[in-house]
T-cell receptor
Framework: DSGVTQTPKHLITATGQRVTLRCSPRSGDLSVYWYQQSLDQGLQFLIHYYNGEERAKGNILERFSAQQFPDLHSELNLSSLELGDSALYFC?????????????FGSGTRLTVV | TQLLEQSPQFLSIQEGENLTVYCNSSSVFSSLQWYRQEPGEGPVLLVTVVTGGEVKKLKRLTFQFGDARKDSSLHITAAQTGDTGLYLCAGAKNSGGYQKVTFGIGTKLQVIP
């Protein structure tokens, strides 16, 4: 157990639907990062929140959004889902914004859009 | 085009063999990490290297950061079936005061008993 909790583990939904992925960072970590992993693209950075505020955006589609709540858990919302959104979605956390020494990842949510 | 190129992409070896995987870039990184990912799980951090030429050892795994901080290698001695997994490298660089992290696509290692 890495200390980063992601739910659900698996999600199957139809095209056009909307889903919410949830992440609780490791205790004491203020930063939450969302990544998408597909076979041909590897790990792609989506968005970063620090202590409730958005800090950076990566290759995140307009159909996707995220937020971080006062208790530091984060949610990634995916809407108008397309077949190509099927992927593994990972949340990662780290303590602060200082020198980067690595992330702690959750075990991911496998999203299948049918 | 990947900022971080990992090679080989796939590697299948017999238990007991040695292997080296590479992570190359034309960019300079402030630090570089290696992760191992097993099926159905998230990547797990193995090591961080920050100084050019730095060598770190983790049991049978030896990590080296290139002198120019643009590349890295991971050498595994006497591979075991438990080493099977996807090995990812990630480089961090400062961009406008923000630490931007880029992952390579990974080397998928299979160790056959």
């Amino acid at each position: 157990d890495s200390g980063v909790t992601q739910t659900p583990k698996h999600l199957i939904t139809a095209t056009g639907q909307r889903v919410t992925l949830r992440c609780s960072p490791r205790s004491g970590d203020l930063s939450v990062y969302w990544y998408q992993q597909s076979l041909d693209q590897g790990l792609q950075f989506l968005i970063h929140y620090y202590n409730g505020e958005e800090r950076a955006k990566g290759n995140i589609l307009e159909r996707f959004s995220a937020q971080q709540f006062p208790d530091l858990h984060s949610e990634l919302n995916l809407s108008s889902l397309e077949l190509g959104d099927s992927a593994l979605y990972f949340c990662a956390s780290r303590p602060d914004l200082g020198q980067y020494y690595g992330y702690t990842f959750g075990s991911g949510t496998r999203l299948t859009v049918v | 085009t990947q900022l971080l190129e990992q090679s080989p992409q796939f590697l299948s070896i017999q238990e007991g063999e040695n292997l080296t995987v590479y992570c190359n870039s034309s960019s300079v990184f402030s630090s570089l990490q290696w992760y191992r990912q097993e099926p159905g799980e998230g990547p797990v951090l193995l090591v961080t290297v920050v100084t050019g030429g730095e060598v770190k050892k983790l049991k049978r795994l030896t990590f080296q950061f290139g002198d120019a901080r643009k590349d890295s290698s991971l050498h595994i001695t006497a591979a075991q079936t438990g080493d099977t997994g996807l090995y990812l490298c990630a480089g961090a660089k400062n961009s406008g005061g923000y630490q931007k992290v880029t992952f390579g696509i990974g080397t998928k290692l299979q160790v056959i008993p």
